[in-house]
């Protein structure tokens, strides 16, 4: 797995994991900041949290064509710097309007990271390790969220919001340039080692299927709406548990942000080990199918991630429910790999970015929802349980209908 330069990728794009949800959730971290200095009430703050993923969901979709057109690292370098200059951009923002089409110019930059890791998996990877090196990759983004709420949080407290900004801004700038010195777009033996098993096979049909084939399959489409569950409750989490536990739990900004690590270290945990789950799952049960195995840790865990972040709305102390909410947070990253897994699995190596970028984007409608829904009921209702319970609910039907509706994809003859 780390041998021949593979190491590389996997530090690499893990690092760049930790960099986007140092930065994406930099914002909730400073939430309770900017509201006072800009004098914005819930329901604003929602929409500003949801108008990063107008533009993240676009391109989610034009990232992950653009990976395949253009190469994974190429776009990749793009999208870092451009995000990074826009999270610093920040820094500008005036008011309500200011800050919202910066991040939607931020939530651009982003869009393609996802993608971008599964092509750049896809390109570098064989069928067999592909799931626990997506696990392994993607782990970074929970332990960014985790070091977001010290790092940002204490230098929100002793320079000012503001400045925090700037910091991460340099820190993805030095990122974009070692990535573009010393990785590769392929591995030299990726006509040899990479593409065997199930993408030989895709690779022999390719010529005959297009993009839109998959982008109408019960299995893609579902895949991602279980996908859009998993990033409703992740959005929830991300966007609005600071000020859940500042406003509804009366803690300290500084109490806040050591208490938001904990769901994130167990986010980190579940996922570096979701993808290990189910590569060890599908070789176990080789003979019913690798999609079987996908399903059966996608199913069984966002249902347990459901019930817990449900639940959590319920309890009526802070440690019940921030030890709800961490729980929620692993069983739904247990899960984080799989999505882009099954598209590895089921589509053809030309087609994986553009598809997995289709996916993203409507998981990621979820994000302009989520966000902008939770302000406007916490406003209304005075409480965050409906937002907590509506979470859940979504999660529950999503994991049935995974159940129901992901089959194997049957190509035209």
């Known amino acids: 797995m780390f041998s021949q330069g593979r190491g590389v990728v996997i530090v690499f794009l893990f690092l760049a994991g930790v960099i986007n949800y140092l930065d994406r959730s930099a914002l909730s971290i400073a939430a309770p900041f900017i509201q006072d200095d800009l004098s914005l009430t819930a329901t604003e703050m929602g929409i500003i949290f949801s108008s990063f993923s107008v533009g993240y969901a676009i391109f989610n979709f034009l990232g992950g064509m653009a990976s395949d057109k253009y190469g994974a690292k190429l776009t990749l370098f793009v999208a870092m710097i451009v995000w990074s200059l826009f999270s610093g951009a920040l820094v500008l923002a005036v008011g309500f309007v200011s800050m919202i089409v910066i991040r939607v110019l931020f939530g651009m930059g982003e869009g393609p990271l996802s993608a971008t890791i599964s092509k750049m998996v896809n390109n570098w990877f064989p069928p067999s390790?592909?799931?626990s090196v997506i696990g392994l990759t993607n782990s970074g983004t929970p332990l960014g969220g985790a070091i977001s709420g010290p790092i940002v949080g204490f230098i929100a407290i002793a320079y000012g919001w503001r400045i925090s900004f700037i910091a991460i801004m340099v820190i993805g700038l030095i990122w974009a340039i070692c990535w573009w010195k010393f990785v590769k777009e392929k591995p030299a033996d990726s006509s040899e080692k990479v593409n065997t098993g199930a993408a030989q096979v895709a690779a022999a049909t390719e010529g005959k299927l297009k993009l839109t084939f998959y982008l109408k399959q019960k299995t893609v489409l579902f895949t991602a709406f279980a996908f859009f569950a998993y990033n409703y409750i992740l959005f929830f989490f991300l966007t609005w548990f600071p000020s859940y536990l500042v406003d509804a739990r009366g803690l300290s900004v500084k109490d806040m942000s050591i208490v938001t690590v904990i769901p994130w270290i167990l986010g980190f945990l579940g996922l570096a080990l979701g993808g290990f789950v189910s590569d060890f799952f599908s070789?176990?049960?080789?003979?019913?199918?690798?999609?079987?195995?996908?399903?059966?840790?996608l199913v069984t865990c966002l249902f347990l991630s459901a019930v817990c972040i449900g639940l959590a709305g319920l309890v009526t102390t802070t440690v019940g429910a921030v030890?709800?909410?961490?729980?929620?947070?692993?069983?739904?990253?247990?899960?984080?790999?799989?999505?882009?897994?099954?598209?590895n699995d089921v589509v053809d190596q030309r087609n994986v970015g553009s598809v997995g970028g289709f996916m993203h984007f409507l998981a990621n409608t979820a994000g302009i929802i989520g966000p902008t829904l939770t302000g406007y009921l916490v406003d209304t209702t005075g409480t965050f349980t409906a937002a907590f319970l509506l979470a859940g609910g979504l999660a529950v039907v999503a994991s049935l209908a995974v159940t129901r509706f992901v089959r194997p994809i049957v190509k035209p003859m």
């Open 283 to 297: 070789k176990k049960f080789a003979q019913k199918g690798v999609l079987f195995s996908r399903k059966l840790v």
């Open 323 to 343: 030890t709800l909410v961490a729980f929620s947070v692993f069983f739904l990253y247990l899960t984080g790999a799989i999505y882009w897994a099954i598209v």
């Open 129 to 131: 390790n592909r799931a």
